[in-house]
Structures are given as C-alpha cells and as structure tokens.
C-alpha cells in the first residue's frame, strides 16, 4: 500500500484505506502565461509517478488537473485589490489577447509534460471554461455565512468563519498579519486576511455574476472544479510546497465549508527545485525550460531521471553536469535492455522486484529504488532474460522509455565508423576541441554519442 507524507497531518501513512481500489486525485494544475520551468514540472512528475504506482496496485485513478487561464493576479498573496491578471499582463507585452496567450502557453505545457511522460489526466478543466460552477459555489458560500458582499461587487470569503484555517501550513488566523507590500488593509473586507472568491472589472475575460460584472479569484477556481470533478470526497491533493499558503489553505477552507466537511483526506506537496543553487524562478532570472535540455542534446526524460534521484519533499538543486550524467545513465539502460532483448526470456527475479516496489510504496524512495535498479543492471548473475524482464516491468513506474532501442538497427552509416575511431584518439589527446566537433559530426550523420564513466557509447537515431 503506497504511503505518502500528508503536510496537514505531519506523518507519512496511506494514501487510501485498506480494501480501496480507487483513488480520487487532484493536482493544481498551471497558469498558462509563459513557458513552464523544470521546477513547474517536479510537481507534475510527482502526481504522475503517485498514479503510476497506484495503478500497478491495481488501483483504478481518476485524476483531475485543471488549466488556470484567468483569475491568478500577479501578487496574490499580498492585499492587491487592484491587482493585474499575469495572462492579461503577458497578453499586454506581447501583443496578443489573453486568450490567445492562454491556449499558446497551454499547448506548450502540454507537449512538454507529454515528452516527460506524464499521463493526462482524466479531467482537464480550464477556469474560463468552468465559470457558472465557481457562481454556483460563491452563490452556496454567500448563503451559508461563510462568504461577504463589498458595495463594489467584490464577494469575500470570511476566514474566521472557518476555525481549523491554518492546519496545512501552520498559519493561523491569529497569528497572521496584514500584507507589507501594499500600505494599509483593504478596507472592503472585515478582517484583513479574507480573501476575493468575486473581483469587479470591465475588462478582457470578464462575466456577468449576480453580483455584478468581473472574474473569480485564483483560489475558488481550484475549489470548484474539484469538487465537480472528483466530488466531496477527494484522496489526495498534490501540489508544489509554494502552494501551501495561501492557496490551499483557502481552497481547503472553501470546499470544506461549501461541503460540510472534510473534503479532501491527504495534502502532498513537492519541494522546491533549485537549478546551479539558486531558485528557479522569474524573478532569478534563472528559469531552464525542458526545450533548454532539448537544445543541448539531452533526451526530455533525462530531467525526469534526474528528478527521480531525490525524493519528492526534499528540496533539489539540479546542474547541467546533472543532467549530463542522467543522459548517459537513461542512454545506456535503453543499450542494455536493447541488448538483453536477444537473450531468452527468463522470470524477474522476484526479490529485486519487490524491494524496488516497496520503497516505491515508502513515500515514494526514489533514490533507493533507483539504486537496487543499478545494482541490477551490474550483476552478471541474474540471467540477461531476466533484467529484460525486470527493467521493463519496473519501466511502467520510473516511466524512462527504456524499450525504445529494441529492434532498432545498430549499424553505423557510412563513415561513422572512423570518426568514432578519431573522436576516441581526440579524447586520450584531451583534445577536448577536436572531440566535440566530430560528436557534432556524427550527430549531423544520426549517431548519438555520449562518454561514460566505461568510455565512450553510442547509438543510431
């Protein structure tokens, strides 16, 4: 049974109770206004990689990630009642509309989370498209007292009509203190920490509401679409460690007051990924897309290998040299299970199996399956029929391709043959020069050549 670490609760235990064979998912999903970052996407390889090993459980997943393309401010988290759309921003300095700056950044997304091989998911709500439920439920929280109307037309959620706020991130309404970015407290809401479900404007992606005319805040939006995908009853929500506060402390709030109840069982979030020690971010100027990876000549799945090498809720710092290496490892895998493949088939061997599904189940060890998955590779006693059959057997969780050089000709094009020899000779000369002209060369013919710590390996596009 898979156990994960719920940040509300501050314990690792089961996702699901014993006997479940479903499982109720949702994922926070991105705001499309600019190309996503590998930190963006260690969330979306985490859910993915919770799915993958619910499923070889036996475990039937409906997962709902949504497509937030309105509603999220540029500073939501500080009190901006004149806050600015990021896609309407962006669809300013670009000179598009917003939703045309909306469907370009989701197709992005969604094509690079496609060559990370991260599944779809079954529901994939856009906010723009869902906005009679987010009415519905603002109407539901007006009604119950837990919700506000400003003479603007603002509507406002009152925290303190929801007593366990805080329990996720540990900040309590008591404790909490008025934004220091924008002077003074808004003076449309009762306590300084309620937040905007309604914004009033006149403006691109505006609707008509009871109300009065505008666009929903960030937070409603996650809370609405849940609930009417997946229901009042939700196993897991994952999300990046960013989003603890205040953006799942106020969905929580909401969907549990609209509900009557607990609505969601466990909270999971990833931590931060720093890239060459530094956060990755806007603001750092050091954000590293996946295309970034592509265009050095690494495979996309390399960032998820080397993802994988640290456990989901520690915070990661990734390098190029990294990446680098994660390449060559992902490269000869698929060698030597291309390799294995012209061996007879023999039975996984069970043990090995077991222990790299278990620390699978162990909140999700990567590392520590990753290395009994090395340890596998090196040991010439297990039968190369029977690593065949485990790496692919294992592949369904780590999701790296592994198959992918089966069957394919290993025989070099005209020419390529010398220049390996060349590059060799190049490489003892350290010439490191000469030695990266011919990769470029062999690449330009459909050789593929990486140096590992055995020497230099190579394969034909």
């Known amino acids: 049974m898979l156990r994960l670490y719920d940040t509300r609760n501050r314990q690792v235990g089961p996702v699901l109770p014993e006997g479940a064979r479903s499982m109720r998912m949702y994922t926070c999903g991105p705001t499309v206004y600019r190309y996503p970052h590998l930190g963006n996407f260690r969330t979306y390889v985490l859910s993915d990689l919770i799915r993958r090993v619910s499923e070889r459980q036996r475990i039937r997943v409906v997962a709902c990630r949504n497509i937030t393309d309105v509603g999220h401010l540029v500073d939501d988290a500080e009190i901006d009642p004149g806050g600015e759309d990021k896609i309407l921003a962006q669809a300013r300095s670009e000179g598009r509309t917003g939703l045309e700056i909306a469907r370009f950044y989701e197709a992005a997304f969604l094509s690079d989370a496609a060559a990370l091989n991260i599944r779809p998911p079954e529901h994939s709500p856009r906010a723009t498209e869902t906005i009679d439920l987010m009415i519905e439920m603002i109407a539901k929280l007006l009604e119950k007292g837990n919700a506000y109307t400003a003479p603007d037309g603002s509507v406002f959620f009152d925290a303190a009509s929801f007593p366990a706020y805080g329990e996720i991130s540990g900040n309590r309404l008591d404790r909490l203190r008025p934004g220091h970015r924008v002077e003074g407290v808004d003076p449309r809401k009762r306590f300084h920490a309620d937040w905007a479900l309604w914004k009033p404007a006149d403006r691109e992606m505006t609707w008509e509401a009871p109300w009065g005319r505008g666009f929903p805040g960030w937070h409603i939006e996650c809370s609405a ?8 009853h ?3 929500h994952t999300g990046g460690i960013d989003l603890r506060f205040p953006h799942h402390e106020d969905e ?34 050091n954000l590293v897309l ?4 592509v265009d050095a000549g690494l495979d996309p799945l390399a960032v ?122 190049a490489r003892d000369a350290r010439d490191w020069a000469v030695s990266d002209r011919l990769r470029d060369e062999l690449a330009a013919l459909g050789v593929q050549v990486a140096d590992t710590p055995d020497g230099q390996t190579w394969a034909v596009a």
Do not use: C
Request: aromatic fraction near 6%.
């Open 225 to 232: 679409m849940s609930l009417r995908f997946l229901g009042e």
């Open 234 to 236: 939700i196993d897991l």
């Open 252 to 285: 929580r709030a909401q969907s549990d007051s609209a509900a009557g109840h607990e609505v969601v069982r466990h909270w999971v979030h990833g931590e931060h990924l720093l890239f060459d020690g530094r956060k990755m971010a806007k603001s750092t100027g």
């Open 290 to 293: 996946l295309g970034d990876v």
């Open 304 to 425: 998820r290998l080397a993802l994988l090498e640290h456990r989901y809720r520690q915070q990661m710092n990734l390098t190029w040299d990294t990446l680098r290496a994660a390449d060559r490892t992902l490269r000869r895998w698929r060698s030597r299970v291309a390799e294995w493949s012209e061996s007879p088939s023999r039975p996984m061997p069970a043990e090995r199996i077991s222990a790299i599904e278990a620390a699978f189940d162990d909140d999700l060890d990567t590392p520590l399956a990753l290395r009994l998955l090395r340890e596998l590779e090196r040991d010439d006693a297990v039968a190369p029929g029977s690593r065949f059959e485990a790496f692919l057997h294992l592949d369904q969780i780590f999701g790296l391709d592994l198959s992918i050089d089966i069957g394919r000709t290993r025989s070099l094009p005209p020419g390529a043959a010398e220049l390996l020899q060349q590059r060799l000779r």
